[in-house]
């Protein structure tokens, strides 16, 4: 069985900066594209970044782009998301995912992924 286990969540000011982790463990899988999504209280889960392997390309949700960074390495199934310049509008549970076969265009479904982690809690104070 595979496990995506997210960490780095916590409590932080507006302007603030957190890094994420998630990393896999239990069955060898390899995964095509990696993402971070988050659920606000209230609202649905929604796409943040996402990093396909095959040449590096990122991409981000409009909202978050110039402020979070996503980076992974391969050969872990691991993910990485810096959050710079935090809003209370981030305050979100993060969950990660990551896919095996990756459909073009596809990166903000979430349908795409075959494996999510349990999510860690990010709060952006006012």
């Known amino acids: 069985q595979v496990q995506l286990v997210e960490s780095g969540g916590g409590l932080v000011q507006a302007g603030g900066s957190l890094r994420l982790s998630c990393a896999a463990s239990?069955?060898?899988?390899?995964?095509?594209?990696m993402a971070w999504f988050r659920q606000a209280p209230g609202k649905g889960r929604e796409f943040v970044a996402a990093?396909?392997?095959?040449?590096?390309?990122?991409y981000y949700e409009d909202s978050v782009k110039g402020r979070f960074i996503i980076a992974g390495d391969n050969a872990k199934n691991a993910v990485y998301l810096q959050m710079n310049s935090l809003k209370p509008e981030d305050t979100a549970v993060y969950y990660c995912?990551?896919?095996?076969?990756?459909?073009?265009?596809?990166?903000?479904?979430?349908?795409?992924?075959?494996?999510w982690g349990q999510g860690t809690q990010v709060t952006v104070s006012s």
């Open positions: 239990g069955r060898t899988f390899s995964s095509s594209h």
């Open positions: 995912a990551a896919g095996q076969y990756y459909s073009l265009g596809q990166y903000a479904a979430e349908t795409t992924y075959n494996y």
């Open positions: 990093i396909r392997w095959s040449g590096q390309r990122t």
